[in-house]
């Protein structure tokens, strides 16, 4: 895509969706949940469908398991939005006079990995909606195809509620790695919201725009003396190995007291993990 084209392409995404925004702000809470709800349920619907053919096109993870973040991203994640404000007075403290209210931003633009294309996408329309906000969507281009199918479901319940349509877009031509940088750029975007590599995430934070967002992750993990180390080295075989140990928020470096490295190693092996030695893993 030539500059000028590309510029043309994400003037008109933004474009549509300023007045997309603006429609749908006025939509009562009522309203805006059951939109929301028929977006999960559509999704989860289709989990297994989307997990297979994200796995097919980015060669990463696994049906099952993506099957699952699938369904979470949707309907786990629309009963915790279900039922609370988006727009609106939270609160008011009448001793000093404050109320706070929660106001759309704008245009948020959503970026997307491929490691978890459909999860993400519709994990930030969902947090986007709940707020009266548009949202424009920048999926990585190796899953440009599960990203297209998503997309296109979303567009399906938008029609079946009456929302503009224009309140989810989404690039979806292959791009050049200058449209994302290009997309948070646009004095159109409110709000970022950055799912992806270091490289991408430092990117938004440097965009001059308000962002959030998710990189490498693989904290290392603190095993403590006290700690129950059956169930700590179950839960961090089971964290590490889910979706092929895709997801960022895994173990990444255990740390175990000395006292304990012995002990805790063993349960590792009896919850199905390979320990290696100093020669094994080439240190």
């Keep these: 895509m030539l500059a000028e084209e590309q510029d043309a392409y994400i003037d008109t995404l933004v474009g549509r969706a300023v007045p997309a925004q603006k429609e749908f702000q006025s939509w009562s809470e009522k309203a805006t949940d059951r939109l929301l709800q028929a977006l999960a349920q559509r999704v989860y619907l289709h989990a297994e469908e989307l997990a297979i053919a994200a796995v097919q096109e980015t060669g990463m993870g696994n049906v099952r398991d993506k099957t699952a973040k699938n369904r979470f991203a949707s309907m786990d994640i629309y009963r ?54 548009a949202l424009i969507l920048s999926p990585s281009q190796r899953a440009m195809d599960v990203s297209n199918q998503v997309g296109e479901l979303v ?80 839960n961090i075989v089971m964290s590490k190995t889910f979706d092929n140990g895709l997801a960022c928020c895994s ?23 390979a320990v290696l030695s100093t020669a094994d893993s080439g240190t």
Excluded at 88 to 100: I, P
């Design 80 to 133: 915790s939005l279900e039922g609370r404000v988006g727009h609106g007075c939270l609160a008011v403290d009448k001793r000093r006079k404050v109320m706070t209210i929660a106001s759309p931003v704008g245009v948020v633009l959503g970026l997307v990995p491929a490691t978890h294309p459909a999860a993400t996408f519709i994990f930030k329309v969902l947090i986007a909606l709940k707020g009266r906000n």
């Design 155 to 234: 567009q399906q319940v938008l029609h079946e509620h009456g929302a503009p349509l224009d309140l989810v877009q989404w690039v979806s031509a292959k791009k050049s790695r200058t449209t994302a940088n290009a997309l948070m750029a646009h004095p159109g975007v409110s709000f970022i919201l950055a799912t992806g590599g270091p490289g991408l995430v430092k990117a938004a934070y440097q965009s001059g725009k308000p962002a959030v967002g998710v990189g490498s992750g693989n904290a290392p993990v603190l095993v403590c003396a006290d700690a129950d180390l059956s169930l700590a080295a179950s």
């Design 251 to 273: 173990e990444n470096n255990l740390v175990v007291v000395e006292s304990r490295v012995e002990a805790f190693t063993a349960a590792l092996e009896e919850h199905g993990a």
